[in-house]
């Protein structure tokens, strides 16, 4: 399975517009995908979350940080750059994925915190949402008892 996440993980950090088209080579025909934003299946599908994700941000990429591997399941940590209405983004993240007997990409799940590492940073709807994670965290001062 080495090779598998190999190539998978050489097809993240290289993506292109032109790319995309080459999920088959990495994803099973039923292969399962899903986000903070997307729950879908098949690679037409997974094809259009990334030819999307292409029409709606400037110069995205992948950047992966670790990668475990464990039989059929990997865990990877990594950041996605991309700029959005002149201004540039990082997002934090990690994804699980299990491969099939066929060594493609069969389930695959990303984690990542989307109030925090994006809508947070967005002008109007930031602003309630840093508001209630104030509200709902623990006083520094009651940390510093323990």
């Keep these: 399975m080495t090779t598998s996440l190999d190539t998978l993980l050489d097809w993240y950090t290289s993506l292109t517009p032109d790319t995309v088209q080459r999920a088959g080579e990495h994803y099973a025909a039923d292969a399962h995908f899903r986000d903070p934003f997307n729950d879908v299946r ?40 991309f ?15 299990r491969f099939g007997p066929d060594g493609k990409v069969a389930d695959h799940r990303d984690y990542w915190d989307a109030a925090e590492e994006l809508l947070q940073k967005l002008p109007i709807v930031g602003l309630p949402i840093r508001w209630l994670r104030r509200r709902l965290a623990t006083p520094a001062e009651r940390l510093a008892a323990y």
Aim: aromatic share 12%; hydrophobic share 40%.
């Design 83 to 97: 700029d959005l209405r002149g201004k540039h983004y990082t997002v934090e993240g990690a994804s699980h994925i």
């Design 42 to 81: 098949g690679i037409a599908a997974i094809e259009a979350v990334f030819d999307h994700m292409f029409e709606t941000t400037g110069n995205p990429r992948f950047i992966i940080r670790q990668r475990m591997l464990q039989g059929e399941q990997a865990f990877v940590t990594w950041q996605f750059e």
